[in-house]
């Protein structure tokens, strides 16, 4: 089975801080993906990269960038964290049209 | 573009009654589809898909969707729920890119 691994499961923050959310998958997908998901508000496309070192923006990327240094890995980065990040952030990882893995989600707390 | 409608966002059932949760997409291709569920501070996972072939799929925990061309639906149902059902569920359609676009969800409340 695939796994998407994020590090954290809560996370406590204070305002102004770099916030560095971590994703990796063991099955050598080329696609992944940063969501995060707030009540009523569903889920919401922050960014997402289809290669090594290719990044997209999705539909909310403002107060985010993302690195992808290896096929595995797929860092979300909150450069100074607010309180409106605080969310639940949801890592996917995909082959092409077969459908997305989820991680177990981090719960993130901006302080 | 294309877009997934999830006609409820809740839906009340009792335990061991019957239950379907509507999806409706938009698209003139063909398209991938597929149901997720979501528990309580979770990650989503992946119920069951529609790629092509037989349109009644089947997926784990007994549900089950049917996809229908015609009226661009792809509703989830299962026969019997039980309390350990309750969770959210999501429908979500690949658009060209092989992105999915998500529904907004359908909250399921098992009633004792």
């Known amino acids: 089975d695939v796994k998407v691994t994020q590090s954290s499961r809560y996370l406590v923050k204070r305002t102004g801080e770099k916030v560095f959310l971590e994703c990796v998958q063991d099955m050598d997908h080329e696609n992944m993906f940063w969501y995060r998901q707030d009540p009523g508000l569903g889920l919401r496309l922050i960014y997402f990269s289809y290669d090594v070192k290719m990044k997209e923006k999705g539909d909310i990327p403002e107060g985010y960038s993302v690195s992808r240094e290896k096929k595995e890995r797929f860092s979300l980065i909150l450069e100074s964290a607010s309180t409106n990040q605080t969310s639940m952030y949801l890592c996917a990882s995909s082959f092409w049209g077969y459908g997305y893995t989820f991680g177990s989600g981090t719960r993130l707390t901006v302080v | 573009a294309q877009s997934v409608t999830q006609l409820d966002s809740q839906v009340p059932v009792f335990e061991e009654a019957p239950v379907e949760l509507r999806c409706n997409y938009s698209?003139?291709?063909?398209?991938?589809l597929f149901w997720y569920v979501q528990y309580p501070n979770q990650g989503l996972q992946l119920l069951l898909k529609?790629?092509?072939?037989s349109t009644l799929v089947k997926g784990i925990n007994g549900f089950e969707a049917e996809f229908n061309k015609s009226q661009t639906s792809f509703h989830l149902r299962k026969p019997s729920v039980h309390i350990s059902d309750t969770a959210e569920y999501f429908c979500?359609?690949?658009?060209?890119?092989?992105?999915?676009?998500w529904g907004a969800g359908t909250k399921l409340i098992i009633k004792p």
């Open positions: 979500a359609v690949s658009d060209s890119n092989y992105q999915l676009i």
């Open positions: 529609y790629l092509s072939g």
């Open positions: 698209s003139s291709v063909s398209v991938y």
